[in-house]
């Protein structure tokens, strides 16, 4: 995605939903809302539709919701990632994914913290 092949990065997203068990049909909607509405429809999908990713980490689940267009979502899946205290949140300040949200003051507040818990 980042590298500008969409494509190849919602079939790697699909595999990677497919491994975690999100049934088929799930997968064929999600396939439907990337070509009909691009990128931030296939993630709301996934986010939001049937047979949704359930046990994905918080700290993708940010991604997913920054991808999709939707600040607000992503901060709080990013503040119940630290509650976890997962540790893909090392990667927040690097991840590219995140770039609209490092000006937030929570963003900044909940790197901080990883930062010094390191």
Known sequence: EVAGEPDLAVAAYLAGLRIIGVPEQS??????????????????????????????????????????????RAIESLERAYAKREGALAWMNVEPTFRSLRSDARFRQIAAQVTRRN
């Open 27 to 72: 997968l064929k909607q999600y396939e439907v809302a990337y070509r009909e509405r691009g990128l931030a429809g296939f993630y709301r999908g996934v986010l939001s539709g049937p047979g949704r990713a359930t046990g994905v980490s918080e700290t993708w689940r940010a991604q997913l919701y920054a991808r999709a267009g939707e600040p607000e």
